[in-house]
C-alpha cells in the first residue's frame, strides 16, 4: 500500500517559546534601543570531532518550518507576563512579531567542513537573533545523527542498514527527527512507525525475545509468528543461537513450500562465528536464500569488523551507538552576528574567533573527485560550485527549498560519492579536507580585527 508522507510542520506549529530566556531579553533590549537594521548570522561548526572527516548538513527542513510558523500566541504571552521580565509595550509587539527575513544555506546532504556556514540568516537584528536556540537544536542534532549515520552505511558496504535506535534516543523529538537524518545520510528503514508516517520512510521489524519467551518453547513461537507473516525474520537468539538456526531449519521441514522465512537475526554473542555457523546450517538444509540480519551493540567500527571478517551478513539493524552518535555526541556548533547594519562584526575570543560578513562556499572538483573549498565573501565570483544558495526571501520558503526526501538521500549518495576515499574511511583521514579563505575574506577580516572596539 502506498504511503503520502505527511509533513511534520501540518501537525503542529513551532512553539515560540521553545527558545532560550536571554534571546528574549536581548529582543526587549535591541526592541529597546531601536537596534532593528539588517543583520547577519552564521550558524557553522567550529571544529570537526577527530573522529570525523567531514559532516553531513542536515536540520535545515525543520529550520525553514520554524521560521515560517514563529508566532506569539496569547498563552505565550501571558505566561512572559508573568515572569515580570517584560513591558506591556514590548509584549504588544511580540505580539506582531513574524519572520521577515531571508536564508542562504547548504542543500541538506551536502558534505561539510570546519567554518563553514551551514545556513545564513539576514534579517531585522531581533528576527535573527531569536532564530539562534531553535536553528542550532536542530541543525545540531540532525547533522550529528547524519554525519555518525553515514559512516555506517560506508562500513556496510552496500549491506542493508537498518535504524533500531528509538527506545534509547535522548527524547521523542530526537527520535524522530534522527530517523530522518538516518535516512538522508543512507539508512534504508527505520523500526520508528511515526518517523514512517511523516516521512515515508520504509518501516521494518519482527518481533523481540518477549515473543519468544511468552511460548513454552522456541519452534511454537516460530510456528505461530510465521503463520501470521511467513516471509519474515526470526530471532534466533534467545536461547542458544545455532539451536534456534535449527528451529528455523525444522520449521523449513515442516511447512514444506509454504516456508517463505526471509531471514534469522543474531543479537548477541560472536556474530561473526555465529553468523558463520548459521550459514552452514542453513544451507546445509537447502536453505540458501535465508539470509542473515545482526543487531546488538553495533556502529560503524563493528559492523567494519564483521565485513574485513568476511561474516556472511546481509544486513545490520543499528540502535544506541548510532542513535546518540556514541563517539561523538555534539558538535562545536556556533551561531554567531557576522555583520549589522551595513558592517563586519567580529568575535576574538582565544579559540572562538569568527569571520565576518555575509559568505560563499566555493567547492572544486577535478576530474569528478572534489579536490577544496575556498570560504568567500558573498559577492566574490570564483571558480568551483556556490555550494550557499538563498532558500527563504522576505520570510517565505522559496520553491527549490524543500526537495522530497528521496530527492535529500539522492543528493547525499550523490555528493559523499564525489569526495576523495580517503575521507570516507571510519579512520581519520591523514591529511584534513582542504578549505582555504579567500583573500578578499582573509584581508576584511585583518582590517576589521585591527579597528574593533577602539
Known sequence: MSHTPVSPSAERAPDALLTDLYELTMLQAYWSCAMTREAVFSLFVRRLPRSRNLLLACGLEDALDYLEGLRFTHDDLEYLAGLGLFSEEFLRWLEGF????????????????????????????????????????????????ASKASRV????????????????????????????????????????????????????????????QAHDGELAAFRDFVALYPGTILLVDTYDTLEGVRSVVRLAEEIGDAF??????LDSGDLAELAKGA????????????????SGSLDEYEIARLVDDGAPITGFGVGTR????????????????????????LKLSAGKKILPGRKQIFRTERRGTVV????????????????????????????????????????????????????????????????????SLASYADELARTVGK
Open 372 to 439: 577544496g573549498d575556498v570560504l568567500a565573501r558573498a559577492h566574490e565570483q570564483l571558480p568551483g560550485r556556490p555550494l550557499l544558495q538563498k532558500v527563504m526571501e522576505g520570510g517565505a520558503r522559496l520553491p527549490n527549498a524543500s526537495p522530497s526526501l528521496d530527492e535529500v538521500r539522492r543528493r547525499a549518495r550523490r555528493e559523499l560519492e564525489s569526495l576523495p576515499a580517503e575521507l570516507l574511511r571510519i579512520e581519520p583521514a591523514e591529511r584534513p579536507f582542504p578549505v582555504a579563505l579567500s583573500p
Open 153 to 212: 552505511v560506508q562500513a556496510a558496504a552496500g549491506r542493508t542498514v537498518v535504524d533500531f535506535g528509538m527506545r534509547r534516543i535522548h527524547g521523542a523529538d530526537a527520535a524522530v527527527k534522527a530517523a530522518r537524518a538516518f535516512h538522508v545520510a543512507g539508512v534504508h528503514a527505520t523500526s520508528n512507525v511515526l518517523a514512517g508516517k511523516l516521512y515515508g520512510i520504509p518501516v521494518a521489524g519482527t518481533m523481540a525475545h518477549s515473543f519468544i
Open 279 to 294: 550459514r552452514r546450517i542453513l544451507d546445509g538444509a537447502g536453505l540458501e536464500g535465508v539470509e542473515i540480519f545482526a
Open 260 to 265: 517463505t522465512v526471509r531471514g534469522v537475526r
Open 98 to 145: 513574524r519572520f521577515s527575513g531571508d536564508v542562504y544555506a547548504v542543500a541538506e546532504g551536502t558534505p561539510v567542513f570546519a567554518e563553514e556556514p551551514l545556513v545564513e540568516v539576514v534579517a531585522p537584528l531581533p528576527e535573527g537573533q531569536l532564530a539562534e536556540s531553535f536553528l542550532m537544536n536542530q541543525v545540531h542534532f540532525q547533522t550529528m545523527a
Open 322 to 345: 548510532m542513535g546518540v552518535s556514541a563517539d561523538a555526541p555534539s558538535l562545536d556548533m556556533a551561531y554567531k552576528l557576522t555583520a549589522y547594519g551595513g558592517h563586519g562584526r
